[in-house]
Structures are given as C-alpha cells and as structure tokens.
C-alpha cells in the first residue's frame, strides 16, 4: 500500500512539474517574438497594463518569467520602469488561473485533452512550427490535469497510515510550521502555484486543516518573493528595481494577511477564514480564492503606495551610471509630429553622444584622470544604445514625409549617426588594444602617443559638431586629411622600436596603427558630412 500511495504522489509532482515547465517554455516561445510589441504597446494604459498582465500571468504561467521578461524590457529602455510595474503587479492575479483549474473536477476533461494531443502527434503537427508551441502547452496542460489526478489518488489513502497519524497530530495546532516548510520548499520549486496546488490535493485528502492550508499559501507567496529576490541578484540598475518590486509584492501581502490571519484566530475578528463560506461551499475554491485575494491585496496595495515603493526601490538599487548615459535626453515620440524641431532634437542628441568620443580614452592617456568616471565599454554601450535609438527616431520622422529641406537634413543626420556608431566601435577596440601594451614600457609609450592624438582629433570632432563653425571644419579636414604623412611617421616610430620587440609584439603595433588609421578615415568622413546643408 505505502509502495503504491509513494509512487501515485511521485508521479502525480513529476507530472505536474513537467506540465508547469511545458506551459511556461512554451508560451514563451509564442509570446517571445510578439511579446515586446504587446507588452510595449499595452503598458502605456494603466487598464491595458492590467489586462496585459493578467493575460501574461495566466498563459506563462510563471510571475518569475514574465517579472525577468519585463525586467529585459525595461532594462533595454522599450518600457519605463513606472509603466511595467502594474503588469508586473496583475500577473500575479492572472498566474491563480492554474489554482482555480486545478480544484475543478476535469479527470474527464484531462483525458480527452491527452487524447487529443496524442492525435495531433500522430499527424505530426508538432513539428510544424505555426503549431509546435501551441501542442507543447496543451501538452503541458494535460500533464498537469493528469498530475493532480495521481495526486489526489495517492494522497487520500495517507491519513490512514499509523506514522502520518502521528506526524499530523504533531503539526495539527500549528500554524507557523506549514508556513515556514511552503516559504523553503517554494524556494526549491520556484513556484507558489505549485506549492499552493500541492497544498490543496493534501488538504482535501485531510492531511492540513483549513487553517494549515492558508498559512502554505501565504508561506508559498513569501518564499516565491524570496527566489526573486535572490535571482535579482544578477540584475543592476531599473531591471532589479522591477524584479525586486516583485519581492515587494509578495512580502506586503504577507505583511497584511498573516497578521490578521492570527486575529481572526486568537481574537476571533471577521477576516478571510470568515468570508470564505461566503465566497463558494467547496473547499478547493475556498482556498483558490485565498490565493486570489492574497495577490490581489498586493496589487492593491503596491500600486496605492507606488511613489513610495518607487523611492525604497531607487535606495536599494539606484540608477547605475550607464542606465544614466543610455537615456536619450533630447529625443521623444511627441516630437515626430513636428518634422523640423524632431531633426533639431535628433541633432542636439547626435552632438551628445559625439561629445563622449573623447572619454573613450581617458583610460589609455597618460594625462588623463587617475580614475576616468567612464570606462570604454560603460561608453561603447551607452553610445551605442542612444545611437540606435536616434536612428529609430529618424526612421519614423522620414516615413511621415517631411519636406525635401528636412529630409535632406534627417538623411545627413542619419549618415553621421553611422559614422558615430562605427566611430564607437573601433574606439573600443582601440583601448581594448592599448590595454594590452601595459607590458612593455616601449609600446605602452607608443600607444600614449596614439592615443593623445586621437584624443586632439576627437575633441575637434566634438567642438566642430556642436558648432558647426566653417573654420572648425577644415581644422578637422586639415587634421584628418594628412593621414598617409602621420601614418608614415607612425610607421618609421614603430619600426626604430621594432627590432627589439617579438612578432606577436610587431603584430600588435601593426594592429594599433590600422585602428588609428581607421578612426581617422571615420573622422575625415564625419567632417566632410558636416558641410552638407543640413548644418551648413
């Protein structure tokens, strides 16, 4: 009898724990491609965001995934961090879908869905890719279904075994146990909805009382908040300021209900033990709807309080100085109705990042600052991040047809925000080279040099950008255009230090000087665009 009530309930988890994976990998490979559209869409509405994230609770079925989802979002600047949090919120909501199938008596229901997917396997639909993640969801739904039914089946007969007698008269007049046990093994499952179905099949076979049942939930969503707080820790900046906000979430529910969950028990107050009877007669949905009001109480109370929870966040994990530099400060979608101020924006932007081009090499001068405030690669991804934002931005202000005088200057500008982006990159590459050379005292010497006057150049660029004066200009062309002479006289340096320096040594050198040669070019391009009328 133990053999078999072991192997029900161990088949009924496995089955459950497949279904769960299965509906949550694959709904997100069908929500992935669209989900950023959707998602970017729908968060600019307080009532939409609400709707996006009940509708993403309840097919992810995973508040974590749709939490990191949103998180990846946010830190890629497609939703501010202000808007994402309500459907953060309301997934929550959305994910007690699960739970309230769960308790409904679908045995019948399992088998016709399982029989189902076998013939759509049959017919080899599954390898189409229009339906390869839909069946795997159905696939995942129908082994959960089937999950619970050996759950069920194993767990009824275990009340009547001496041992589990005896453990649950232990337990049977405490609270803070159960409470303690869902919050650890949640932290192992990585789902409350797990824990709280699991709670539910044993509660209805009495191995927990109604009580006991309520304090897994409640444990269940601690110990959710808990793994999400501890998987943020690879986050930084905005994204772990959502991720934690889910942490939030959680642990103010708790905060709220546990509590009254002791006063309605010792002090015999009106709370939510007292409304269930009222809410549905049938255990199962008593406790389905304890998990509702649980996330819907959080939601409640989250989004009231949210400058206040905006402001804990912003201490716990502050804006990091990239997120800083990665956030256009001229350029916004209301400008497009305006062709011509949107080109001054997208220019005023443009001069922004060209300024940061000098920076690039504070780290490989040898004038420059002890400690740079901004290392090559902090730089290389703002810049990049921004650049492709005002080429977006440029994109849709052609598509609206400007006039020819405006569009010329938008075609300018879109030409040197590629050589801007082009510019970035090889400087990048240009440090991550120089850094290399700090071995020997002579090529260190030699890429100082390379690099001071780059930086001239670079600071030329910037004052010519952001003002595009005439004479500016040809200082940067005159500066530029004699490239074969510096590159000779770079070359002859080089090859005075050649001879005691190995191959590998040589090769850097040479490497170094087509960089610089490179840069040089992209500088010479910039300032030749730079005369066009678009600035002229």
């Not at 088949?11 to 989900?35: D, V, Y």
């Not at 229009?130 to 129908?142: D, M, T, V």
């Not at 998987?231 to 942490?247: K, M, N």
């Amino acid at each position: 009898m133990i053999t078999e009530i072991c192997a029900n309930l161990f088949a009924g988890l496995g089955l459950f724990f497949i279904g769960i994976k299965f509906i949550s990998e694959n709904m997100k490979q069908m929500t992935g491609r669209s989900f950023r559209r959707f998602a970017s869409l729908f968060s600019t509405n307080r009532y939409l965001a609400a709707f996006a994230g009940l509708v993403s609770g309840a097919l992810v079925q995973s508040t974590t995934a749709v939490t990191f989802i949103m998180a990846s979002l946010v830190s890629s600047r497609m939703i501010p961090l202000r808007n994402s949090i309500p459907m953060v919120a309301w997934s929550n909501v959305g994910s007690t879908l699960i739970i309230l199938l769960a308790v409904l008596n679908l045995h019948v229901a399992s088998l016709f869905l399982m029989g189902l997917i076998g013939l759509l396997y049959y017919l080899n639909l599954h390898k189409s890719d229009s339906f390869r993640s839909g069946i795997g969801a159905l696939l995942g739904l129908g082994a959960i279904l089937t999950g619970l039914t050996y759950i069920k089946a194993g767990s009824a007969p275990l009340k009547e075994i001496h041992d589990v007698t005896v453990v649950l008269n232990y337990i049977k007049d405490s609270h803070a146990l159960p409470f303690l046990v869902a919050g650890l093994l949640t932290l192992v499952l990585q789902s409350s909805t797990t824990m709280s179905v699991i709670a539910i099949a044993l509660a209805r076979s009495g191995l927990l009382s109604v009580d006991q049942t309520i304090m897994v939930i409640y444990g269940a969503n601690l110990g959710s908040g808990v793994s999400t707080w501890i998987l943020s820790s690879t986050l930084s900046g905005s994204a772990r300021q959502l991720a934690l906000y889910q942490s939030v979430f959680k642990v103010v529910g708790t905060v709220i209900l546990v509590p009254l969950f002791y006063a309605e028990y010792y002090l015999h107050l009106p709370g939510i033990h007292s409304l269930l009877p009222l809410l549905s007669s049938d255990f199962g949905r008593q406790m389905a709807y304890v998990s509702l009001i649980f996330q819907l109480i959080s939601t409640a109370t989250t989004l009231a309080a949210l400058k206040w929870v905006l402001s804990f966040l912003e201490r716990i994990s502050p804006v990091t100085r990239e997120e800083q530099l990665s956030l256009p400060q001229f350029i916004y979608e209301k400008a497009l109705e305006e062709p011509e101020t949107a080109v001054d924006l997208a220019e005023k932007e443009h001069q922004r990042l060209v300024s940061h081009l000098p920076s690039f090499l504070d780290t490989v001068r040898e004038e420059s600052a002890a400690s740079p405030a901004d290392n090559a690669d902090t730089l290389h991804r703002s810049v990049s991040s921004v650049a492709g934002e005002v080429t977006q931005f440029v994109n849709s202000l052609m598509e609206r047809q400007p006039s020819r005088e405006c569009l010329e200057r938008a075609l300018n500008l879109q030409n040197r925000n590629d050589l801007l982006i082009s510019l970035s990159d090889n400087l990048k590459t240009f440090v991550a080279v120089s850094t290399e050379s700090k071995d020997s005292p002579q090529i260190l010497s030699f890429s100082q040099r390379a690099a001071e006057a780059l930086h001239l150049i670079l600071t030329t660029a910037q004052e010519t950008v952001e003002t595009p004066d005439e004479d500016n200009r040809q200082i940067l062309l005159q500066l530029t255009a004699d490239r074969g002479e510096m590159m000779g006289q770079m070359r002859r340096s080089l090859n005075n230090i050649g001879q005691d320096l190995t191959a590998a040594q040589n090769q850097f050198l040479m490497s170094l000087t087509t960089l610089f040669e490179r840069i040089i070019w992209l500088l010479q391009r910039l300032g030749t665009l730079l005369a066009r009328p678009a600035t002229a």
